[in-house]
């Protein structure tokens, strides 16, 4: 789904991904599930979040795909919610179905 920047709609897939921490390999995949995993109310969301963006760039995408869809069903709202943000940016917007 695009993101407005400026009054100019961004697709999610061209959203930056220079933040420092994050340094696109799959290793760091492999850590950000591990935090989302260990800390899932603090850290979690940020690392759902990170996850999701590595994917949309086309990093480990089908790894990244299936633990989100794997663990979609969460009971806890804020972290379900947090999955479902990062398939938002995995996936085009024609792939979700409410």
């Known amino acids: 789904m695009p993101r407005s920047l400026g009054g100019l709609a ?20 492999s850590e950000l599930l591990s ?22 760039r086309g990093l480990e995408r ?5 633990e989100l869809l794997s663990a979609s069903a969460d009971p806890d709202p804020m972290v379900w919610r947090a999955r479902m943000r990062s398939l938002g940016l995995l996936l085009p917007a024609e792939a979700i179905v409410q």
Do not use: E, F
């Open 10 to 29: 961004v697709p999610a897939r061209a959203t930056p991904t220079d933040v420092p921490v994050l340094s696109k390999d799959a290793g760091q995949v």
């Open 35 to 56: 935090r989302a995993a260990s800390d899932p109310k603090g850290s979690g969301p940020w690392a759902l979040w990170s996850l999701g963006i590595l994917g949309a």
């Open 62 to 66: 089908q790894w990244i795909y299936t």
